[in-house]
């Protein structure tokens, strides 16, 4: 239906510039809404790219989790499980996903500090590389939030 | 903030002034831990008219740093002892009746903060006379007898490890208290940093944030330095680590001042203390998590709703780029 959320976004972007910034007297009042329409179009670009990133990171913890069951002991391994069974059928919006994301998330320090700083054995050297690699595309996937709607630090 | 309660507040503190007036009253940008508003007052003392510029940085409703402001007054008090430019301090309040939250009353000062880090577009002469004094100031503040200007109050950590692992502990503790979800190279950071703690030999005083952004310049020399509410007695690599991060380098220059090896040759050549590269790494991790805290800092405040300003969301957005440099720096 129509207007999208992208195109009602625009629009009050459009509505700060051109109604609320001409009427505004300090310096402070217009930094701060020029400071709101960067975010406005941060949000427009972010609206496309949120989902696939956030399904794409739920299928690396999934696999990272798994793999991690194997090396782990302790109580790490009933709480990687749960967190398992608890993304199997995660539905609903971002929020919803990120939370469940977050749950596998908070477990990948935790699981790393578990391995030796050097090791020969290979279940554990993968596993610290699958870790490694999803560090790495975790900042990767940040980046990208970070990156549309031009904001430039 | 009005300037009837602004000069309500003047009236109970000058003791013997009268015709108060408040002709200028105006917030200024930038600064995400207090807000600064600048002060024009004028009264009549003694028969004369007294014309005081002056600074009133007073606690946001919620900010990135939680401080203790007594700790920034008094250290602010002794630093005017060094000769390094301060502003004078005048009042430390923390009754909220007079402006609703605790301030503090300072001189002002004239020049301009850089936004972050000196422009690219400041000829070639002013760079190199600021990038001087940067580094001269910040071998004075460590030269400085700290004992001597009563400073012992903020803590000196015992020789070894001590200063390095208070530093840690505390940034790791705020962490964990602001955190809003797991920061995967953050974790492997804080892991990689209580597995190398180095020892260190020399007590000094800290600025903990000394960066161009924190000084004022006018007519190619630095003015004022400002923002000194995370001092303390620490380890002096800590404030040179923090000089030399990536994050505060461009184009190749730190603070848009100097090439790195430039700054840290002019450091020692300006009688700061020894460096060692070892410790300096050490404290350059911990910056990159440090200041990744004080934006998720800002970011919770923003997201708990107590503080609705836009740029507490956007300081968030600069967690990728310290972790670019964690990442690198501890080949991840």
Sequence with gaps: MRPGATELLSGIKDIIFNIFVPELQSEQARAQAMYSSVLIEHLIARWEIEMPLLLEERAELRGLLTQALAVVAGDLGPRVREALAGSENAGGGPKAIDAENERMRTLVPAIHRTLPAKSDEPQTMELDAAIRAYIRNQHRRDKAFVQVGELTW | ?????????????????????????????????????????????????????????????????????????????????????????????????????????????????????????????????????????????????????????????????????????????????????????????????????????????????????????????????LDWEMAHLGDPMEDLAWAVMQFWTTGGLCQGLLPRDEMIAGYENAGGMPVDLERLFFYEVLGAVKMAVISITGVKSFCEGRNYEPVMALVGFMVPRLEADLIAKLAI
């Design chain 2, 1 to 225: 903030m009005d300037r009837d309660r602004v000069r309500a507040y003047l009236a109970a503190r000058l003791a013997g002034a009268t015709d108060i007036e408040i002709s200028r009253l105006e917030r200024t940008g930038g600064g995400a831990s207090r807000e600064t508003w600048l002060v024009d007052a004028e009264w009549t003392e003694h028969g004369q008219r007294v014309l005081k510029p002056l600074i009133i940085r007073r606690d946001p409703t919620g900010s990135v740093v939680e401080t203790d402001r007594r700790t920034e007054f008094e250290v602010l008090r002794a630093a005017h002892q060094i000769q390094v430019p301060v502003p004078r301090m005048y009042w430390l309040e923390e009754d909220p009746q007079w402006l609703d939250r605790p301030f503090m009353v300072m001189e002002r000062i004239n020049g301009m903060a850089p936004p972050v880090v000196l422009p690219p577009n400041e000829d070639e002469a002013t760079r190199r006379t600021i990038a001087g004094e940067f580094v001269r100031y910040l071998a004075c503040i460590h030269r400085a007898d700290w004992r001597q200007l009563g400073l012992a109050f903020l803590g000196a950590p015992d020789s070894g490890e001590a200063a390095a692992r208070t530093q840690l502990e505390y940034w790791e503790r705020e962490y964990h208290r602001v955190k809003l979800e797991e920061h995967p190279v953050l974790a492997t950071a804080l892991h990689w940093l209580a597995t190398h703690v180095p020892p260190h030999s020399e007590t000094v005083l800290v600025h903990a944030d000394y960066r161009a952004g924190n000084v004022l310049y006018d007519s190619g020399h630095i003015t004022a330095i």
